[in-house]
Nanobody
Framework: QLQLVESGGGLVQPGGSLRLSCAASGVTVDYYTIGWFRQAPGKEREGVSCISSSDGSTSYADSVKGRFTISKDKAKRTVYLQMNSLKPEDTAVYYC????????????????WGQGTQVTVSS
């Protein structure tokens, strides 16, 4: 069974950067779309970015386009989310997840979830 573990969260000042990692074990990630989601207190979980299993194409939420970059290292079975120019509104728990559906960014379409990592953007 596929297991996902996130790491790389922390406290960063506005304008700073963080790189989140999502390490997979149990099953190859090649057959799954891997997505990043976030959930702030009192808000619904929202899709941030995903990378397709079929052709490696990427998708981003409008709120992070131009600032966040998703990438995948197949050999390491790890998906990364590089986050630049961070804003206080990016503060949330970030989750990675896997879906057998190609190129989707809706939480309900994802079957496997990590435990989440906290990102706090504050001065």
């Amino acid at each position: 069974q596929l297991q996902l573990v996130e790491s790389g969260g922390g406290l960063v000042q506005p304008g700073g950067s963080l790189r989140l990692s999502c390490a997979a074990s149990g099953v190859t990630v090649d057959y799954y779309t891997i997505g990043w989601f976030r959930q702030a207190p009192g808000k619904e979980r929202e899709g941030v970015s995903c990378i397709s299993s079929s052709d490696g194409s990427t998708s981003y939420a409008d709120s992070v386009k131009g600032r966040f970059t998703i990438s995948k290292d197949k050999a390491k079975r790890t998906v990364y989310l590089q986050m630049n120019s961070l804003k206080p509104e990016d503060t949330a728990v970030y989750y990675c997840a896997a879906s057998i559906i190609d190129d989707v960014l809706r939480p309900d379409d994802y079957d496997y979830w990590g435990q989440g990592t906290q990102v706090t953007v504050s001065s």
